[in-house]
């Protein structure tokens, strides 16, 4: 994997010394560029059907550009790895730029492929009960783990964000039947509120040793002030390592457990949209990760014709 002209091989060779001896780049680094480079140089190669050469590199175009994309596609490398290789061309060709007088522009009007956005991944009514009843195993004080127990009650039995837990003030605590939530862009919604979740909200409440008006934040940290999201992930993070759950369960897995588990009790698409505060059924749609067969199920006992 190493280009056939001497003069590409000096020019690859200079760059990886400087990235080396005046970045400082680790050895493996290092590696990985080499490595990089060498598979796009071989790909040129085999697509010009030629020698590579500094015309060649010069007069590249964005057509070769993107086949070599479309290569690395069809072999199935991820986003982050076509990313970082783009990353480490670009790199390559700032550097023959300046050192060694062969510019291409295209390259740098390569756009980098958008990434796929991953849906969180739903875990079973059971493992997320069970970390529930965990979760304040490990808490330092007793009321942080009243704490946490109300913090993850309250995101599972509503189907809340985190931020939008967190937002929350004691006078916006879930005590009635129902609460408002504001959600993204300010848009407000109503949520029921689930008696078990009123009861671990007083429980924490009445144990907590910070003094708290009604404007003072639902969830505190240790001194008092609004609680760290961060805090609470890394409490997630213990709990699911202590139930040997997948390292994909995070504060936002029991949101989306929330409206799975709804789904599967027979609620209607139309009312977990507004429970999570989605702006089109499309959204809620790709977030309960519905398919064709359960939604023509749904239509075929719903519609009057059906």
Same mark, same amino acid.
């Given at each position: 994997?190493?280009?056939?002209?001497?003069?590409?091989?000096?020019?690859?060779?200079?760059?990886?010394?400087?990235?080396?001896?005046?970045?400082?780049?680790?050895?493996?680094?290092?590696?990985?560029?080499?490595?990089?480079?060498?598979?796009?140089?071989?790909?040129?190669?085999?697509?010009?059907?030629?020698?590579?050469?500094?015309?060649?590199?010069?007069?590249?175009?964005?057509?070769?550009?993107?086949?070599?994309?479309?290569?690395?596609?069809?072999?199935?490398?991820?986003?982050?790895?076509?990313?970082?290789?783009?990353?480490?061309?670009?790199?390559?060709?700032?550097?023959?730029?300046?050192?060694?007088?062969?510019?291409?522009?295209?390259?740098?009007?390569?756009?980098?492929?958008?990434?796929?956005?991953?849906?969180?991944?739903?875990?079973?009514?059971?493992?997320?009960?069970?970390?529930?009843?965990?979760?304040?195993?490990?808490?330092?004080?007793?009321?942080?783990?009243?704490?946490?127990? &109300?913090?993850?009650? !309250?995101?599972? +039995? *509503?189907? /809340? %964000?985190?931020?939008?837990? $967190?937002?929350?003030?004691?006078?916006?605590?879930?005590?009635?039947?129902?609460?408002?939530?504001?959600?993204?862009?300010?848009?407000?919604?109503?949520?029921?509120?689930?008696?078990?979740?009123?009861?671990?909200?007083?429980?924490?409440?009445?144990?907590?040793?910070?003094?708290?008006?009604?404007?003072?934040?639902?969830?505190?940290?240790?001194?008092?002030?609004?609680?760290?999201?961060?805090?609470?992930?890394?409490?997630?993070?213990?709990?699911?390592?202590?139930?040997?759950?997948?390292?994909?369960?995070?504060?936002?897995?029991?949101?989306?457990?929330? &409206?799975?588990?709804? !789904?599967?009790? +027979? *609620?209607? /698409? %139309?009312?977990?949209?507004? $429970?999570?505060?989605?702006?089109?059924?499309?959204?809620?749609?790709?977030?309960?990760?519905?398919?064709?067969?359960?939604?023509?199920?749904?239509?075929?006992?719903?519609?009057?014709?059906?």
């Amino acid at each position: 994997m190493v280009a056939e002209n001497g003069e590409i091989k000096k020019i690859v060779t200079s760059w990886l010394s400087r990235l080396a001896d005046e970045k400082r780049y680790s050895s493996h680094t290092i590696s990985s560029y080499k490595r990089d480079m060498g598979y796009f140089l071989d790909f040129l190669r085999e697509y010009e059907g030629g020698e590579i050469t500094s015309e060649m590199l010069h007069g590249l175009s964005l057509r070769e550009l993107r086949a070599w994309l479309a290569n690395r596609s069809k072999k199935g490398y991820n986003f982050s790895s076509t990313a970082r290789a783009i990353s480490v061309i670009r790199s390559f060709f700032r550097h023959a730029e300046r050192f060694h007088n062969l510019s291409n522009s295209a390259v740098f009007h390569l756009r980098t492929p958008r990434q796929e956005k991953r849906l969180p991944r739903a875990i079973s009514a059971e493992d997320a009960i069970n970390a529930v009843e965990n979760i304040g195993k490990d808490a330092k004080d007793k009321w942080m783990a009243k704490r946490d127990v &109300a913090l993850l009650t !309250l995101i599972y +039995g *509503a189907g /809340l %964000r985190i931020a939008e837990a $967190l937002s929350l003030n004691v006078k916006d605590a879930p005590f009635g039947d129902a609460m408002v939530i504001k959600g993204k862009g300010n848009k407000e919604r109503m949520v029921p509120v689930l008696p078990i979740v009123t009861s671990a909200v007083r429980e924490y409440l009445a144990e907590c040793p910070h003094h708290m008006g009604p404007d003072s934040p639902l969830f505190v940290g240790s001194r008092g002030a609004r609680l760290n999201p961060r805090l609470f992930q890394l409490t997630i993070e213990k709990v699911r390592k202590y139930l040997g759950l997948p390292e994909t369960v995070t504060p936002h897995s029991f949101r989306h457990s929330f &409206a799975t588990h709804l !789904l599967s009790g +027979g *609620a209607d /698409l %139309r009312s977990i949209q507004e $429970l999570l505060g989605h702006a089109s059924l499309s959204t809620t749609q790709r977030y309960t990760k519905i398919d064709t067969e359960r939604l023509l199920e749904s239509y075929a006992k719903a519609h009057p014709k059906g």
